[in-house]
């Protein structure tokens, strides 16, 4: 029984440890000219774009994985390749102007980075139809 301890536990603090992840340091960071942009008044079934530009001020290459948007009328396009510390790259939001009336939409952007994911928001106010009626019909 003692013999069958001593090769156990040392077994099984072997497997443990070659379980554990590995913590990698990762100094990649997100810096944008702005986080809010305001289209202010949009004419209505117009597409409206802004292209958010941002550097990577960090020691690593910067990995956008994915952009959500809160609603499927904002549709974002992004840099999808690594980029370098100290380049830049932009994300382009076009906002799908369907539905008169005051917007404000936020987009979330997931990196490699600690302070993922950054946050960024479009609003405006789309104009009304000149003759609303004929729309609703």
Known sequence: MNILRLFLIPMLVLAIGSCSTRNTK???CIHFENTKYNFNELPYKREAVYSFKFTNP???P???FDVKTS????VPEWTKKPVKPNDSGEIKIKYEADFPGMFHKEIS???NGKDSPAKLTIKGQVEYPAD????IK
């Open 71 to 74: 609603c499927g009328c904002t």
């Open 58 to 60: 960090g020691k690593s």
């Open 132 to 135: 609303l009626e004929e729309e």
């Open 109 to 111: 952007v997931y990196f």
């Open 26 to 28: 990762n100094d990649s």
């Open 62 to 64: 910067l990995v956008i």
